[in-house]
């Protein structure tokens, strides 16, 4: 039930975004194991003539830059995965964005599942719903 913000540097498109979705659900599901039909992407574009990253814009240094923000429930994933999601992400939108600035971010929210959920029902909530379900996990 991850939910990804993305800001890019460049100008709206509809293919473009479309693109960079399916690439980050399809690393989310296999990499966090994540289940793309609960993942939710949201994108947004900024022009680079209004990104600047040590002084210049980058439309001044003719590169390409993003900023993933990706929530996840805490303790669902080990240091290693996020480790390779970040590696396999920057190197992901290198191949759709043309050259990265070396400034480009991926940051992974570990939340409390506590203070996080969707569909008014708290990560903690389903996680104990389905215990209860499940005898063998009680």
Do not use: C
Request: hydrophobic letters at 45%; aromatic letters at 6%.
């Amino acid at each position: 039930m991850p939910i990804l913000t993305v800001l890019l540097s460049t100008t709206p498109d509809a293919a473009v975004s479309a693109k960079v979705a399916a690439a980050l659900s399809r690393l989310t599901a296999e990499i966090l194991h994540k289940d793309p039909g609960l993942t939710s992407i949201a994108i947004s574009h900024v022009d680079p003539a209004h990104w600047f990253v040590g002084g210049p814009s980058l439309a001044a240094q003719r590169k390409a830059s993003f900023f993933l923000d990706i929530r996840i429930t805490d303790e669902t994933n080990t240091s290693n995965e996020k480790a390779r999601y970040i590696d396999a992400v920057f190197k992901e939108m290198g191949v759709l964005l043309g050259e990265l600035h070396h400034e480009s971010y991926v940051h992974v929210h570990d939340v409390r599942a506590a203070a996080y959920g969707f569909g008014g029902l708290t990560q903690q909530h389903r996680a104990v719903a389905a215990r209860l379900q499940s005898p063998s996990l009680a």
